[in-house]
């Protein structure tokens, strides 16, 4: 663990992250509205779109500011995790939305 104080976690000096993903998540929901009917399948489209716009800012952010900066080399491993997941998740569901198709 590194002794940074500036990388820290900060669990309630960032509303810019719950604000964003609250508006995401409010307008995936309304625009699902219009094909999916069950509503917690459009819950779970949101929240797994604002959690996959998140992890994507975040990889963003940690390529552009922190690359280089030793102290956060740890932060690595956990980014690395996440974007393996991301596209996990991406291939996955193609694999579904293809094998779907190919059974029509």
Same mark, same amino acid.
């Given at each position: 663990?590194?002794?940074?104080?500036?990388?820290?976690?900060?669990?309630?000096?960032?509303?810019?992250? @719950?604000? $964003? /993903? +609250?508006?995401?998540?409010? &307008? !995936?929901?309304? %625009?699902?509205? =219009?094909?999916?009917?069950?509503?917690? #399948?459009?819950?779970?489209?949101? @929240?797994? $779109? /604002? +959690?996959?716009?998140?992890? &994507? !800012?975040?990889? %963003?952010?940690? =390529?552009?500011?922190?690359?280089?900066? #030793?102290?956060?080399?740890?932060?690595?491993?956990t980014l690395a995790d996440l974007a393996?997941? !991301?596209?996990?998740?991406?291939?996955?569901?193609?694999?579904?939305?293809?094998?779907?198709?190919?059974?029509?």
């Open positions: 663990m590194h002794d940074n104080p500036a990388m820290s976690p900060d669990w309630l000096g960032n509303p810019q992250h @719950v604000a $964003a /993903a +609250a508006v995401l998540a409010f &307008v !995936v929901t309304q %625009v699902a509205r =219009a094909w999916v009917r069950p509503w917690l #399948a459009r819950a779970s489209i949101a @929240v797994g $779109a /604002a +959690a996959t716009a998140e992890i &994507v !800012v975040e990889l %963003v952010e940690y =390529a552009l500011l922190y690359r280089d900066d #030793a102290s956060v080399r740890e932060y690595y491993d393996s997941s !991301v596209f996990g998740a991406v291939a996955g569901t193609a694999a579904a939305l293809a094998l779907g198709r190919s059974r029509r």
